[in-house]
């Protein structure tokens, strides 16, 4: 399984962009960058995923480095209601089961 | 329906109790899983289902035991729990296992 890199933290004031990181240099070809995100106490989210492309739909844009390296999420108006856990996840190939790594807590702030 | 129901929502039970979860959706997906989450801590994965068949279990002690009667309910059957099995523990469903899951709100268990 692809092993990822997330800052633990980040703070992002209201009707910002906020912008989450997440290295995943050793994902293999055929696995997707998936994104979620866990708001406290509830399930966790889908948010977003890709391959290769830049994604991008109502919640969120997904910039994917050319090499494939690593992977930026993109809330483009943060609000309160984004407060989160966010977990960036390959999956894929040949074992298809979502492993949550620690993710980056998103504070946002007033 | 686009959603993955969990009954019941809390769940307090004795180490000699027997209990189920159950975890319900009807979007027609065909992979559904099982996670436990401690506290401050990620999701980690149970087991996963497969068009109705167990296809992979995280060397997830016995009494833990999973079913999945037909492609829209799936059961965790407890039994003999120890305190530190305490946790929300989480169902998600699938297309299948090469896309994006929904997860359920979870149930969360406490045992005493």
């Known amino acids: 399984d692809a092993k990822t890199t997330q800052p633990p933290s980040m703070d992002c004031a209201e009707g910002r962009a906020a912008n989450l990181p997440c290295n995943h240099s050793?994902?293999?070809?055929?696995?997707?960058v998936y994104w979620y995100r866990q708001i406290h106490s509830q399930g966790p989210q889908y948010i977003i995923h890709?391959?290769?492309n830049n994604e991008t739909n109502e919640m969120a844009s997904l910039i994917i480095t050319e090499d494939r390296k690593s992977s930026t999420l993109i809330l483009p108006h943060a609000t309160l209601r984004d407060t989160a856990v966010y977990y960036c996840i390959p999956n894929g190939g040949a074992t298809n089961k979502l492993i949550f790594g620690t993710g980056t807590l998103l504070a946002v702030q007033p | 329906d686009t959603e993955v129901t969990q009954t019941p929502k809390h769940l307090v039970m004795g180490m000699t109790n027997k209990k189920s979860l159950k975890c319900e959706q009807h979007m027609g997906h065909r992979a559904m899983y099982w996670y436990k989450q401690k506290a401050k801590k990620p999701p980690e994965l149970m087991f996963v289902y497969s068009y109705e068949k167990l296809s992979i279990n995280e060397s997830v002690p016995s009494r833990f035991s999973p079913e999945c009667p037909n492609s829209s309910l799936l059961n965790l059957h407890l039994h003999a729990l120890q305190p530190e099995d305490s946790a929300l523990y989480l169902c998600?469903?699938?297309?299948?296992?090469?896309?994006?899951?929904?997860f359920g709100s979870g149930t969360r268990l406490t045992v005493v």
């Open positions: 050793t994902i293999s070809g055929n696995e997707y």
């Open positions: 890709g391959l290769k």
């Open positions: 998600a469903s699938s297309l299948d296992t090469r896309y994006g899951y929904t």
